[in-house]
């Protein structure tokens, strides 16, 4: 095995990643082809979110897991891959579940993560992948408790700056053409989005707006916190994935209350699936839909195998009206 301590982003904090190689000349790196190859990665929680300050939620989030796995990849994806620098990254879908949600409660002491990650390149040329897709088993504390995955597409920097500057101009476009970009009625309160400080609210009060039937929320979004302090110097200036997973999380507790009556306390994003479209900017407006998936027939609120409510959401984020990602997501009432 290679074991070593990757760079270490203030997110991740201090975390140790093994490389289990398949076969034995994949002990030696530049050995062996581009096939599967096998990490696994370990870490202690963290008290509190590092990228969005104190929480109040009792739970662990599934941001920790899905931002270890991306930085994961990025990181095997030029040791191991002989991915060059020169390409850009960019995440195409992420997906993230909570599979045994008493692990995900906060006890009384510092819990450890382990994630057991299996990484398939794709879209070989040249002996290089030009993707990386990772699936992950997750633990905390020894017991299996999530899944998490994502797929990662390396662009050269000239296809990146073309796809960037296509999506900016028809979003661009479509405002200026007097799309009607909606206005929020207000901000929540910090608790109901399971934070303290009202720095850490991105989302705007949902306003209703279905008008074939189905009752449709939408959100205004703060993409411009995508550029602030608390990514760091090194973040991307396009809006990062981890945005959209903690946009998700509040828009979906709030979503859950007004929709279903969940108390956002006692409420958590046990389930996340993304496929993003293009790329969104912090400089235009950016807003988010949100409906209600699977319903019964009855009306009445799906319950998971434990018999605790769970809502069912999809979730569409616009600039203009250009698509730049789609959510399917679930919020889980504990009681």
Known sequence: MDTFTAPSPTFLGTHHLVHRPASPEAFLLKATGPIR?????????????????????????????????????LFAARRYFRVPASSHPVVTSGSAEIT??????????????????????????????????????????????GTASARLAFLAQGIYRSHRGLGRRQSEESLAAGYDAPASPGRPLPEQVGHRDSRDVLV???EHTGADGHDELTFTVDAGAAAGPRFGAGAPDDVPPALFLEVSR??????????????PSHAVLSRWQATFRGFAEPGLPLYCTVREGLRRADGRVCRDAAGRPVVELRLSFHQGSRAVARVSASVLQDC
């Open 250 to 263: 509040q828009v979906g507790l709030l979503a859950a209350a007004e929709l279903r009556g969940f108390v």
């Open 37 to 73: 190859q096998n990490f696994a990665f370990s870490a202690e929680l963290p008290e509190e979110q590092r990228l969005f300050g104190n929480s109040l939620s009792p739970y662990h989030e599934l941001l920790f897991p899905v931002e270890s796995l991306r930085q994961t990849m």
């Open 100 to 145: 045994r949600l008493d692990a995900w409660r906060r006890g009384g002491t510092r819990a450890g993560i382990a994630l057991e990650l299996g990484m398939t390149p794709l879209d070989i040329v040249g002996g290089v992948p030009h993707g990386l897709e990772c699936e992950a088993a997750v633990s905390i504390d020894g017991e299996r408790c």
């Open 204 to 206: 705007g009060l949902p």
